[in-house]
């Protein structure tokens, strides 16, 4: 955890220019940490939001908190700054006794500052603050402030006045004095391999001021002014002979998934192997069912970006990662560096929610200032890049098999079949951050992809809530980690819980109503946890006010906890079909409880914006390939949804200020992705049981019948 790696309170707090100054290791890609943070720094010393900074992420200055993901952001650097402001507090109350008397109880934090009933003292909290106190050690039992509920007003997101306005500096933006501006030419697809180049054409590149830069068939070509390097690129992209080989293998991966050798594991839960039998399946009470989800990509708004800088000590970067430490090492390691030689600053990019192209923009931008010391280098991937490049989310198989008596699930089997969600640059073994980074494998000594191995973790990679948040007797869980796959794959949000909620809750929606058993009643007889059930009373209650549906449209409601422990969320989904089995998406229910409320527009904004993203999985999107390549290379050939299918959103959040906050940014993509299937089938009687449910799809499914 946070605190044991950092557990001074200097780690996460510090002063600068008369302001408080909060470190975090967590990087902001909108999910509104920062705001977050500030919030909480607020609620323990009360210093004004206009007086409270958040430090640059930067390695060596900021906490090493890895990768931010897995929706810990907030428990992890949340906790950390809590409980340091709260140490903080008490340690200034202390002190603020010794000097002025009274007891301590008796002086008041308030306004950023100390007070004493009953005197004139006022003491800045800022400005109390000596290097003493933050060299003390934190104590995590220390008295936190009294929970707000969600009430106090939220800091505005910072920078967001410039984000709209079109002012913000993000990492594209960069611009330093005596920059070079780099595009890197790509094979056709990941299988080829550089052959030759036309020397005619570098010499004209280079006519231009352009110059190449080469490291076996990585090659990038860079110049002061970034359209002729553009255009360059694209014009010695076409000079280049490439051995293409064999090309992308063309196979059905979803067959392929569950016929393949695969590596296979029982899950152990509490310390129990899941290894319960198949539920038996002749009679009229037992059930089976298949789900896939096909590759799928982050489709981040802008393509990815880096600037490096090397100075022939120092190589300094700027890139959108979300893990700047781990980077590093693998950068270092790739590079031939130590890792103290290799300084990492987060800047803002187009957040994505899991590992798109960041890490390996990183690593071009730094081969790059590598051949060209003291020159700033900024690198930019094009649409096409990103969509063509970057870590897809894994396809995945889950098969289902159940039995029912009376009501009640006695028996039941759940098995994942998926590559490895677990792609990014990490130490590890065998060079096993290198061997992850895109360039690595294009060099003239290039490193060989990873061998992925199965991660065995809580709730990790491809397992993450394949384990129902039911009480299901006789669980047989199964991970199969299958490799030799056409395409590289990483993390994507929620990992491998958007296919197995889909699964299980569209499976438990074909069970009711196979049972005659009521959406809301299945699931709350399965339940033991009493708020989970106040989530599904909530939800009913704001069900029961919508108004009815025509005939042609239908309803679905869905329930999870993310990873089991985190924000629990009940959705609704109302949808409506028409002939052509368009889907229209008419209005959406959440009720979510994430425990104690930190920043309430944040929170909203998450299970907000988590429904898009799935809503947008759900119909829309799909990576398609040949043997020549990738062909979804723009919003064209890969759509996601569009604002004319936005439905009206109402979130519903049960505060618990005595409860601990719980990461809430990836708990309502897998709900969302079963409420519209079960609305699918509510309004048109086809159970779809495959992604995306676009028109064609839902035809077939409907013909298949």
């Not at 009294?146 to 967001?160: D, E, I």
């Not at 191995?453 to 990679?461: I, V, W």
């Not at 009687?685 to 019948?705: H, K, W």
Request: aromatic share 6%; with cysteine; hydrophobic share 40%.
């Amino acid at each position: 955890m946070s605190l044991d790696a950092h557990p001074l309170i200097a780690d996460w707090i510090g002063t600068r220019d008369g302001r408080l100054l909060i470190r975090t290791g967590k990087v902001d890609i909108g999910q509104r940490i920062s705001t977050a943070l500030l919030q909480i720094a607020h609620e323990e010393l009360t210093v004004p939001y206009e007086l409270i900074d958040i430090a640059a992420v930067r390695t060596g200055e900021s906490p090493d908190e890895g990768i931010t993901s897995g929706s810990n952001s907030v428990e992890q650097s949340g906790n950390a700054v809590r409980r340091a402001s709260a140490t903080l507090r008490g340690l200034l109350i202390a002190d603020a006794a010794e000097r002025y008397g009274g007891e301590k109880s008796d002086w008041i934090v308030e306004g950023g500052a100390l007070h004493l009933p009953g005197t004139n003292h006022r003491l800045l909290v800022t400005e109390m603050i000596k290097d003493t106190h933050l060299a003390c050690p934190i104590d995590p039992e220390a008295s936190i402030a009294q929970g707000h509920g969600g009430t106090l007003p939220a800091p505005p997101m910072r920078g967001l006045t410039a984000m709209t306005a079109g002012n913000y500096t993000f990492v594209h933006d960069l611009d330093l004095p005596g920059m070079l501006h780099a595009r890197v030419i790509r094979p056709p697809h990941a299988k080829a391999r550089l052959k030759s180049i036309e020397e005619s054409a570098i010499q004209r590149a280079e006519a231009k001021g352009l110059r190449l830069i080469q490291d076996g068939s990585f090659l990038a070509l860079i110049g002061p002014k970034e359209w002729p390097v553009v255009e360059g690129a694209l014009k010695l992209s076409a000079a280049c002979d490439w051995d293409i080989g064999d090309g992308i293998p063309e196979i059905d991966v979803f067959g392929h998934l569950t016929t393949a050798k695969a590596v296979g594991r029982f899950l152990v839960v509490d310390g129990t192997p899941q290894q319960g039998p198949v539920p038996d399946l002749p009679s009229g009470h037992n059930f089976k069912a298949r789900y896939e989800r096909p590759y799928q990509m982050h489709g981040a708004l802008a393509p990815s970006a880096a600037l490096a800088q090397w100075d022939g000590e120092k190589l300094c970067v700027h890139t959108h990662s979300q893990g700047i430490y781990p980077l590093r090492e693998s950068m270092a390691d790739s590079l031939g560096l130590d890792k103290n030689q290799v300084e990492i600053t987060h800047v803002p990019g187009s957040g994505c929610y899991g590992h798109n192209g960041a890490d390996d923009a990183a690593l071009e931008a730094a081969l790059i200032a590598l051949a060209m010391p003291a020159v700033p280098i900024l690198l930019k991937w094009t649409r096409e890049e990103e969509h063509c490049w970057e870590p897809y989310a894994p396809a995945m198989v889950v098969e289902l098999a159940a039995t029912m008596e009376r009501g009640r699930i006695t028996a039941f089997s759940a098995e994942a079949f998926s590559d490895t969600h677990r792609g990014r640059p990490r130490p590890g073994p065998n060079r096993a951050g290198p061997s992850k980074q895109l360039a690595n494998r294009f060099r003239l000594e290039p490193i060989a992809p990873n061998s992925a191995q199965p991660n065995m973790g809580r709730h990790a990679g491809m397992h993450r809530n394949l384990d129902p948040i039911y009480d299901f007797a006789n669980k047989r869980l199964v991970k199969n980690l299958v490799t030799g796959l056409p395409h590289r794959t990483s993390a994507m949000r929620t990992l491998g819980a958007a296919a197995n909620i889909f699964a299980i809750e569209s499976f438990m929606d074909e069970m009711a109503r196979i049972d005659g058993s009521d959406p809301f009643a299945i699931r709350r007889a399965h339940l033991s946890d009493p708020r989970a059930v106040a989530v599904l009373d909530a939800l009913e209650r704001q069900v029961a006010e919508l108004p009815g549906l025509p005939a042609t449209d239908g309803r679905g409601i869905a329930y999870a906890q993310y990873k089991n422990q985190m924000t629990r969320v009940g959705i609704c989904v109302d949808v409506s079909a028409n002939d052509r089995a368009e889907i229209r998406l008419n209005h959406c229910v959440i009720v979510a409880d994430a425990g104690r409320v930190i920043d309430a527009d944040g929170l909203v904004a998450q299970l907000e914006g988590g429904f898009l993203q799935a809503a947008s999985w759900s119909l829309y999107e799909k990576v398609v390939w040949n043997r020549d390549g990738i062909q979804s290379r723009d919003w064209d050939s890969y759509p996601v949804i569009r604002f004319d299918n936005i439905p009206a959103i109402k979130v519903i959040v049960l505060d618990r200020p005595d409860e601990r906050s719980v990461g809430a940014g990836e708990a309502s993509p897998g709900p969302t992705i079963a409420a519209i299937a079960n609305a699918i089938f509510d309004a048109t009687g086809i159970r779809m049981r495959r992604m995306p449910f676009r028109p064609d799809d839902i035809l077939r499914q409907a013909v298949s019948e």
